[in-house]
């Protein structure tokens, strides 16, 4: 992958970071076992890799516009339901087909409304080095995975933190993949709290360059020391 990740042993102490507090070394800030949460998403060590998903916390008005959109989408798809029910109950007889007509079209609008109201509006990713593959998901509010798109890991050209711009106001972890023409984004956030994750990324994805940089701080430290 191209460049090199940044030093981030220590937090940058300007960050808003949330659970992250000034001088935190890097291995301190996520739990070794179980979830961590940060003010941007929440970090849970796997076997292999980790999982982090964005705070829903940070969605509130997506998550209006989910409800809105699905209570939407049930009304219309169930209300024709009951109206047909209504009538041949009433009337005993069936409706004519023009009604029956309105009345799909109508069930099959509402369908389509609360599909897209529950696509998901929060990233979750995955890296899993025993897989070989970086997985991408959007959840909605209950949790449930409606996009899911799985990149290998030979596939990947490189990873960066996009900084937040006048257009934007947070940072965003993507990937560049072979194939394709736009970036991949897999988690957004915090600009520090994204970089903290962009380095755990690149310490698993390729642990000899973490050992390598390791060596040299060790290395550093051990020449300091020995100047009188």
Same mark, same amino acid.
């Given at each position: 992958m191209?460049? $090199? *990740?940044?030093n981030l042993d220590m937090i940058?102490?300007?960050s808003r970071c949330g659970d992250v507090k000034r001088g935190s070394a890097v291995n301190k800030v996520f739990k070794s076992q179980g979830e961590t949460q940060l003010s941007s998403y929440s970090f849970s060590p796997i076997k292999g890799g980790f999982i982090a998903k964005e @705070?829903?916390?940070r969605f509130r008005a997506e998550a209006i516009t989910e409800i809105a959109l699905r209570s939407v989408g #049930? #009304?219309?798809?169930v209300g024709p339901v009951f109206f047909l029910v209504a009538i041949v109950t009433m009337a005993g007889v069936l409706p004519e087909a023009s009604v029956l007509i309105a009345s799909a079209m109508c069930s099959a609008v509402g369908l389509l409304i609360y599909a897209?109201? &529950? +696509?998901?509006?929060? @990233? $979750?990713? &995955?890296?899993d080095t025993n897989k070989g593959q970086v997985s991408v998901t959007k959840i909605n509010l209950n949790g449930t995975t409606r996009i899911d798109y799985r990149i290998d890991n030979k596939d990947i050209q490189s990873v960066?933190? $996009? @900084?937040?711009? #006048?257009? +934007?106001? &947070?940072?965003k972890l *993507?990937?560049?993949v072979k194939g394709r023409n736009w970036p991949v984004i897999l988690i957004s956030g915090g600009l520090h709290e994204v970089r903290l994750l962009h380095r755990v990324f690149c310490d698993t994805i390729a642990p000899q360059q973490k050992a390598q940089? $390791?060596? +040299?701080?060790?290395?550093?430290?051990?020449s300091r020391g020995a100047v009188v």
């Open positions: 191209r460049g $090199q *990740c940044p940058n102490p300007e @705070r829903l916390e #049930i #009304i219309l798809t897209y109201g &529950s +696509r998901g509006f929060r @990233r $979750q990713m &995955s890296l960066y933190v $996009q @900084r937040p711009g #006048i257009d +934007r106001d &947070s940072a *993507c990937l560049r940089r $390791q060596g +040299r701080t060790q290395k550093d430290t051990h």
